[in-house]
């Protein structure tokens, strides 16, 4: 596959020269999303703990914000009965504006100050292609709870596949050829939503009742949405990833090359959005370790290996036979699940946790992450971020600082167990 431009045709480029952008053009995405950040504010909002998705009783309030609130009368709405809820969300994390911290007994949603001190230097034209950027590079469905399609590693493949294989002039729901169960999983809900929020189709809704969400009754492309769908290339097959090569039908633009054809037409892209990386920590942090109701809280040199934390971990909770495989897994900047284990374990890995220091995890105050320990046993280590590096902090080694509860044994005698039942 080579590096050369696919340049667009004359008509797309007469498009994108008059497209003008604002919180309402090409589509209402900025508005909405905009929207979204206000209403997440300095103090962020309540999320589920175990999705990290937006806790039911904000979702109404969001709803509301929008430029058109979608009709719900489920009985138990949650956020997926909320499709552009959905997909919006899906962007916030996906972009690197928003992150998920744990505050005491609750779970919030937070913006990065950061990037969203970024944010706001930008164009519209700006804003706009950096979401588009988002949903191309980091937009998985694993964000939501849902499955990466079968056309590529993120939404907009299946955006693309739907819209080039499946739309043509319109969708007529009301016509018995097309099933809406169908849509509903591909491309989903929230990816229909993303396109109109993005200007790329328009969409009639039918009424709501109290057993299903707003059922749609037409969907229409835009010539917006001809116009940046239309540039790449046709995918009637399994997406591959984006450095890979292969055949020349079903060629796609490298990385780069779609916003360098494009920003030639419009001027007002010049800069993308900060992306929410992390720096490697230095000096030492104080974690909070929880098994069950025993605790501890631990100095960790941010220079310890992942490998010496677990077992300073297994240590500090008295596990004597220490002889298993394990691994860490945290949700990185954006929402996606990544995971290091033990060097011997039968996972596909980049690092092992030899190779990993602790200050090369994307740390922040309040994240929190679990030491899945003994992949027979199970044994599940929840781990906070409660102080980050500061001069204060200084420990020469792994430091145990303080110990709370019991901790359960780690093979606990069966059989007296069984008499004392009796």
């Not at 706009?128 to 590079?137: C, D, G, R, W």
């Not at 499955?147 to 080039?164: D, V, Y």
């Not at 090359?257 to 494009?262: D, H």
Request: proline letters at 5%; aromatic letters at 12%; charged letters at 25%.
């Amino acid at each position: 596959m080579t590096d050369k431009l696919k340049p667009c045709t004359p008509e797309q480029i007469e498009i994108l020269k008059k497209q003008q952008f604002s919180d309402t053009e090409p589509g209402i995405l900025l508005k909405d999303f905009n929207s979204l950040l206000e209403f997440i504010g300095k103090t962020g909002i309540a999320v589920s703990e175990k999705t990290q998705l937006f806790a039911p009783n904000t979702l109404a309030d969001i709803n509301r914000r929008l430029t058109h609130p979608f009709d719900v009368k489920l009985k138990r709405p949650v956020q997926k009965s909320f499709p552009y809820i959905n997909g919006l969300y899906l962007l916030l994390r996906s972009s690197g504006l928003g992150y998920v911290v744990a505050d005491g007994k609750k779970t919030k949603l937070m913006l990065n100050e950061e990037v969203l001190a970024d944010w706001n230097k930008l164009t519209p034209a700006e804003c706009y292609f950096s979401l588009l950027q988002a949903i191309y590079y980091r937009a998985d469905g694993e964000i939501i709870g849902e499955r990466t399609g079968l056309f590529g590693p993120t939404c907009f493949f299946q955006c693309l596949h739907f819209f080039q294989q499946r739309l043509g002039d319109q969708i007529d729901l009301k016509d018995s050829r097309y099933d809406l169960n169908s849509l509903r999983f591909l491309p989903g809900f929230h990816n229909l939503a993303l396109m109109e929020l993005f200007g790329f189709i328009e969409i009639e809704y039918a009424a709501a009742t109290e057993k299903e969400i707003g059922s749609l009754a037409k969907i229409k492309p835009t010539d917006w949405g001809r116009t940046i769908l239309g540039y790449f290339a046709p995918n009637n097959r399994v997406m591959p990833f984006l450095d890979f090569d292969f055949e020349d039908e079903l060629e796609q633009p490298r990385a780069g090359i779609w916003e360098t054809e494009f920003k030639k037409h419009i001027p007002a892209w010049e800069k993308s959005l900060l992306q929410a990386g992390h720096k490697t920590t230095q000096g030492s942090c104080i974690f909070k370790v929880t098994l069950g109701k025993a605790s501890c809280k631990l100095g960790v040199p941010a220079d310890l290996s992942l490998d010496e934390l677990a077992y300073g971990i297994l240590d500090a909770f008295e596990f004597e036979d220490t002889g298993h495989l394990y691994e860490f897994t945290y949700k990185n900047q954006y929402g996606l699940e990544e995971s290091i284990a033990h060097p011997y374990a039968d996972r596909t890995h980049e690092y092992c946790t030899e190779d990993c220091a602790v200050g090369c995890l994307p740390l922040y105050k309040g994240m929190v992450f679990t030491f899945l320990f003994d992949f027979g046993d199970n044994w599940e280590f929840n781990i906070q971020v409660e102080a980050m590096p500061s001069a204060e902090l200084n420990y020469s080694g792994l430091t145990v600082i303080e110990k709370r509860g019991t901790p359960p044994e780690q093979y606990p005698d069966w059989e007296d167990e069984d008499e004392d039942d009796d």
